[in-house]
């Protein structure tokens, strides 16, 4: 397709083809071929296999478009632009929004409006086009009268029009009308009507798209709005060419513009409204249109991720690409082994996943896989994705969006949500619960998975506080403004890396994980995914797709959640965690559970984990849900006991291991009673301190009965470096020491074995 619409392009530059063409596109998995392109126009443009009506609305999503930029500045506005330039002048990036041709080499500079249109339409950023070429002109003009004048954009637009169309500007208008829109009063339909400079003719009579950007804020929407995506302007025609309110934007706030990426997310967003219709108003427009009415609906929250967000846009998203004919997913039905999946913005590839479909046949339901790139991981992923959220700066991972409900020719109007891989979580207040009405001492927190209700961090979270049901997002609140909302302990509404499947972190999709795989309605899907394997280098990632329940069980376990760690009062550590639901679990199933000893604050190394206990994971149909730790009561010293576990199935399959949990291994003690020296003398156990040593530490150890004793230090390779204990010994507590002087340093082991019991260790001598 790539080399089809790059021959479109040759031919219309080098040719001035001057027929009337239909607008090249994409069709899903339909492909028009280059006959059509030069076809004239058809009476109908079909539907995609999968029953999608794909492309642009109201306008047109391909082929080449003509925009008119006019940055605007009241006679009286002398502040400087943000990078310092003056007022009078426009900056280097305003210059160049927009790009008067398509490069002859393909490469657009790297952040204007003509790039950001080529790369999310399949332009790769080195040579090769995308389907979409925006191109134009850029004019700066001051009014001649100051800004109390005007009260109406219509005012400044009619004064800013009128000066364009004389000296010295001269501007031909008729070179921004090429194009027919919706060709017989049809959504979808639009003709390319090129004008033709030797005849004066071409389009339809009505300027396609202008953008007029102000300085300051425009007058027709509230001080704060960033624009909206029609213009007011005079009737009157210019150079035969009529304005319409439908032939471009209004943009606002561009003093404080730095030509960033995220200052040309407002003239795609803008222009996204006549790609992906939706009438007008906020509520059908956004995907988040219709949360912000009624936040219960909690849908559509794909912030930073989709251009059409009425708040905190971003670029454009691989379900916003495919809708409008940019993208054709590869389209998996069966169980794939290997599934490659490259960086999706720059390779225009995407997964897309079935779930349901409607009674006429038509796609309903599914899941769209994205790999997901920034420039935080490298240089050549897509400039125009921002990175930098908050305080998170964002890499890389897989993206999973979960179609829930598709209207087959608005995309706006279909459900959308993200699937994060933190999970949905029942919430409560871990401050603030005493005074119920007042929301600015409250913190809120994650209490326990649901995996199918419950909120994720993207969400709005409801917590009912005795009578009041309270809402809050999960932000940090900096400003007394924000206190009746931002409450939480990190800002990840609007995404963090947490939000992504990645790798030996949670790398699986299940009808069993948190979250799931499931339709919306709950039922499961029998849909799986798994990560097989990241490749740093190309950028791709080896994902295996399971389709049905017996390929979905031959996929490891889900990472096991919400394991915590707490004293128990007789200063053990007791380690809690939500259940795995798999069958392969319930039945014949184990946890494994590792421990890593730390004398300080340092975090634990691969090396410093060891396995201490596989548990069963189910008693019959009763879930095994906590385990005590009998070897963690030793307090001495600062030592820090961090534990995480996994879930193996019955097969021997074991799942990545859930996030660690730590606890100060210096418990106060807190029952000195007879019947805690009573019970904590019935436990073997063995420790040292220092550790890290130099030259000496101390070795302390007990027995719960009488036996045989010894106790011996290895080095690395296993020699035996010293016999410490050998000897019968009653009940008890002991002491001894081990002197390392005449010893190198390294890691060393230290051995306890009594009667039948072996416990192991590891010291490092630090010279």
């Known amino acids: 397709m790539k080399t089809l619409i790059g021959s479109f392009f040759i031919i219309l530059i080098n040719f001035c083809i001057i027929l009337s063409q239909t607008e090249v596109r994409q069709m899903g998995d339909d492909i028009i071929d280059n006959t059509a392109l030069l076809s004239g126009l058809t009476s109908s443009i079909p539907k995609n296999s999968h029953g999608i009506q794909v492309g642009g609305v109201t306008k047109t999503a391909s082929g080449v478009l003509k925009v008119l930029v006019i940055f605007v500045r009241f006679n009286d506005d002398n502040a400087p632009w943000l990078d310092g330039t003056l007022a009078a002048d426009l900056p280097t990036w305003a210059q160049n929004y927009v790009s008067g041709t398509i490069p002859s080499n393909g490469i657009y500079p790297n952040i204007n409006i003509s790039n950001l249109f080529n790369r999310a339409s399949g332009g790769d950023g080195a040579g090769t086009l995308g389907a979409f070429q925006v191109i134009g002109d850029v004019y700066y003009v001051t009014t001649t009268h100051d800004e109390s004048y005007f009260i109406r954009d ?202 349901s479909f409607y009674a006429g046949g038509e796609l309903k339901e599914y899941f769209l896989i994205d790999n997901y790139q920034t420039t935080n991981d490298y240089s050549g992923a897509d400039p125009f994705n921002k990175t930098p959220i908050f305080d998170n700066n964002i890499v890389h991972g897989i993206l999973i969006f979960h179609i829930e409900n598709e209207h087959l020719t608005t995309p706006t109007l279909s459900t959308l949500d993200i699937e994060c891989a933190d999970g949905l979580w029942n919430w409560t207040l871990s401050s603030g619960a005493s005074t119920p009405s007042d929301k600015t001492d409250d913190i809120i927190a994650k209490s326990t998975p649901t995996r199918s209700s419950g909120f994720d961090e993207r969400n709005y979270v409801y917590i009912t506080v005795g009578t009041y049901n309270n809402e809050y997002i999960t932000l940090v609140a900096t400003k007394p403004s924000e206190m009746s909302t931002w409450r939480y302990t990190k800002n990840s509404w609007l995404g963090d890396n947490d939000d992504f499947f990645n790798k030996d972190k949670c790398e699986i999709l299940s ?90 604050t340092t975090e634990p190394t691969t090396s410093d984990w060891d396995l201490v206990a596989t548990i069963d994971a189910y008693d019959g149909s009763t879930p095994i849900t906590s385990w005590t730790d009998l070897d963690s009561y030793i307090y001495t010293g600062p030592r820090w006991l961090h534990y995480k576990m996994s879930a193996v199935d019955n097969t021997n399959i074991e799942s990545v291991c859930s996030d ?83 010893l190198s340093s390294g890691i060393y082991f230290c051995v306890l074995r009594a009667g039948d019991f072996v416990s192991t260790k590891k010291m490092m001598l630090i010279k």
């Open 660 to 742: 660690k949990v730590t606890i100060n291994g210096r418990i106060p003690k807190q029952n000195s009673d007879s019947l805690y020296e009573a019970e904590s003398n019935k436990i073997y156990s063995l420790t040292s301190y220092p550790n890290p040593f130099n030259p000496t530490t101390k070795i302390d150890y007990q027995i719960p009965a009488d036996c045989y004793v010894t106790i011996k230090v290895y080095d690395s390779m296993g020699k035996e470096a010293a016999t410490l204990i050998n000897s019968r010994l009653p009940a008890g507590k002991y002491s001894t020491n081990f002197d390392g002087s005449n």
């Open 154 to 355: 219509l005012d400044v637009n009619t004064e800013v029009l009128n000066l364009l169309n004389v000296s010295p500007y001269n501007i031909d208008f008729r070179k921004y009308d090429n194009w027919q829109f919706r060709v017989g009063g049809k959504d979808y339909e639009h003709s390319y009507l090129p004008f033709n400079p030797a005849t004066g003719t071409g389009g339809d009579g009505t300027i396609d798209q202008i953008y007029i950007i102000y300085r300051g804020r425009a007058r027709d929407v509230s001080a704060q709005a960033g624009g909206y995506s029609t213009i007011s302007v005079p009737t009157s025609a210019y150079d035969g060419k009529y304005f319409t309110s439908t032939s471009g934007s209004t943009l606002a706030h561009s003093n404080n513009m730095n030509g960033l990426p995220e200052d040309f997310y407002g003239a795609a967003h803008e222009y996204g409204h006549y790609l992906f219709g939706g009438g007008s108003g906020n509520t059908n427009t956004h995907f988040d249109g219709r949360t912000y009415d009624n936040h219960t609906l909690n849908k559509g929250l794909m912030g930073q991720f989709a251009l059409m967000q009425r708040d905190n846009n971003g670029g454009f998203s691989m379900y916003e690409r495919y809708r409008l004919g940019w993208l054709i997913p590869q389209y998996v039905t069966t169980t794939t082994n290997s599934k490659i999946l490259q960086d999706s913005h720059v390779s225009n590839t995407a997964i897309m996943v079935p779930i």
């Open 511 to 600: 009808p069993w994980s948190n979250p799931n795989s499931n339709n919306v309605s709950g039922t499961t899907s029998n849909i799986g995914l798994q990560i097989l394997n990241y490749n740093s280098t190309t950028k791709e990632y080896t994902l295996k797709i399971a389709i049905g329940n017996s390929a979905c069980l031959d996929l490891p376990p889900s990472k096991p959640q919400n394991l915590q760690v707490s004293a128990s009062v007789d200063d053990e550590a007791v380690l809690t965690w939500s259940e795995n639901i798999e069958s392969d679990i319930v039945s014949g199933g184990s946890y494994k559970i590792y421990r890593a000893e730390i004398w300080g």
